[in-house]
């Protein structure tokens, strides 16, 4: 049984490793990766697994732990996962932290910090207990230090420790290290409200009376709605014909027949709806930008001027650079793909399958536009889930030039940052070619 999970970084060990023995001192079980990991086992399965096992998160967060992608996975499956947190701060403050991750500080809500002042690590173990115990976790009846000095010598109740974890989970763990420990995790869990406790209950009945009348009014106010709609615009034009030039007279047929109203006469040529012909007005960025400049392939971008290079995300011969926010989400990754094929449903889910995503699914229509200079481009929503998991949702605009698709994936994890579709396509239209086809 592991009651609290210790997330940190190596250079951070010894803090993970006294704190853990002060907390089994006390009668708490506790779990941290030098010490209880087993070898030959996937690290991300022994993780992911004492993460769900564990009751409590304690986080120790220092200067150089805060650029941790390590423990940005952490945090994050605890969140997934419900967990409270107890952050630790040793040499940064609570405003350095929250104005540096972002992320952290959403994922731990309004939990307290515990700075490491002069006293130490025994200084504040009193205060780390008393949050545990606050959060409803109690010791054992006997502390590892009692249970050592009547049983066992210290080294052997450390390796006792080790083995009631492995004879619980060692089957399992090696499963996951099997190659599929991408299955469990390209699912992360949903979040879940936390438990609400001594909720007082409400009448059952009333409660679906209400519910049943506020359904009932919905329906009566939607059919008056569609009755006076209908009886009131006859013959309102479908808002997909809006695009069509009402100055332009119709060509008059040789001999129409009297009882056809002029109006249903289909012009020589109608645009379909969902392209744009004409490039959009030049506008002023929303947003302090920087420009990426790709010289073999001849074109630039511009996205906000905080985001830095993300080189861990380019997996693939298909990707050409990407760039994100500084606390993890959003994100901007450059693709290039053969243009051998239309452009399609089928060929995108293709794509995003390549470039080792999963479950990619087109949420939106694939429109056809046409970019300042003329190039022909598609655009789009996507959403798939990682290759570390993720359920990502994308604003996407594939440019063709030169036998290429230039792709502009502009994506964000929602929990973290909400699909933002405005910004999303301002910062994708920034794209830019410099050559000729």
Known sequence: MIQVFIS??????????????????????????????????????????????????????????????????????????NKPFIPILHNITHVEFQQRQPIWRQAMVASTSIPI???????????????LKALGLQPNLKSSSEQAAVTTPASESTILHKDSYSA??????????????????????????????????????????????????????GV??????????????????????????????ESPPETMPPET??????????????????????????????????????????WVERSDLKLTAYHLDAFAAAGLVPGLILYAFEANIPESNDWIIETVKISRNANPQVVSPIKEERLPDGTKAYTYKIKYVSSTGYEISSYVLDAEKNSKRIRVNVWTIDIWFPYDETLFSEIAHTLRFTTEE
């Not at 002060?22 to 004492?50: F, I, K, M, N, T």
């Not at 001594?198 to 059952?204: I, Q, Y």
């Not at 744009?276 to 001027?305: D, H, V």
């Open 8 to 81: 940190h970084i190596e250079q951070d060990r010894n803090i993970a490793e006294e704190i853990a023995r002060r907390l089994e001192d006390a009668g708490y079980a506790a779990w941290h990766y030098e010490r209880d990991s087993l070898p030959g086992v996937s690290y991300l399965a022994q993780v992911g697994d004492a993460i769900e096992q564990a009751e409590v998160i304690v986080v120790i967060i220092s200067p150089k732990a805060l650029d941790s992608r390590q423990m940005s996975s952490e945090i994050i499956r605890s969140y997934e996962c």
């Open 117 to 131: 002042l002069h006293g130490g690590i025994p200084a504040i173990i009193p205060r780390i207990i008393a949050g």
């Open 168 to 221: 619980s989970k060692l089957k399992s763990l090696k499963w996951r290290s099997q190659g599929n420990e991408s299955k469990i995790m390209s699912k992360p869990k949903p979040i879940t409200k936390p438990k609400v406790i001594n909720k007082p209950k409400t009448k059952a009945p009333l409660r679906w009376a209400a519910v049943v009348v506020g359904i009932v009014l919905f329906l009566v106010a």
């Open 224 to 253: 008056v709605g569609i009755y006076f709609f209908v009886s009131g615009h006859p013959s309102t034009p479908s808002a997909n014909m809006t695009s069509l030039d009402t100055t332009t007279p119709l060509p008059e047929a």
């Open 265 to 306: 006469m289909p012009p020589e040529t109608t645009p379909p709806p969902d392209i744009s012909t004409e490039p959009p007005p030049p506008a002023e960025l929303s947003f302090a930008a920087k420009t990426y400049t790709n010289e073999r392939y001849g074109f630039s971008i511009q996205f906000p001027a905080d």
